[in-house]
């Protein structure tokens, strides 16, 4: 079973602050980013797949 996340813990993972996490799911953020942080919408609350962060994560990586 995948692991979902709230915001908060997706920030303290990422050890980012939680107003960066919510700043990477708005639609406004696909203008500076077009690949957002992947998130499910379940009415007003924000939850995340870790596994989908962590394929996101993956995908921002340079080298």
Same mark, same amino acid.
């Given at each position: 079973? *995948? %692991?979902i996340l709230t915001p908060a813990q997706?920030? %303290?993972r @990422?050890? +980012?602050k939680p107003s #960066? +996490?919510?700043e990477q799911t708005r639609e406004r953020a696909s203008i500076r *980013?077009? /690949?957002p942080l992947p998130h499910i919408k @379940?009415?007003?609350y924000l939850r995340f797949d #870790?596994? /989908?962060i962590l394929a996101w994560l993956e995908r921002r990586k340079t080298t």
């Open positions: 079973m *995948n %692991e997706v920030a %303290e @990422l050890q +980012v #960066w +996490v919510y *980013n077009p /690949d @379940l009415g007003r #870790w596994e /989908d």
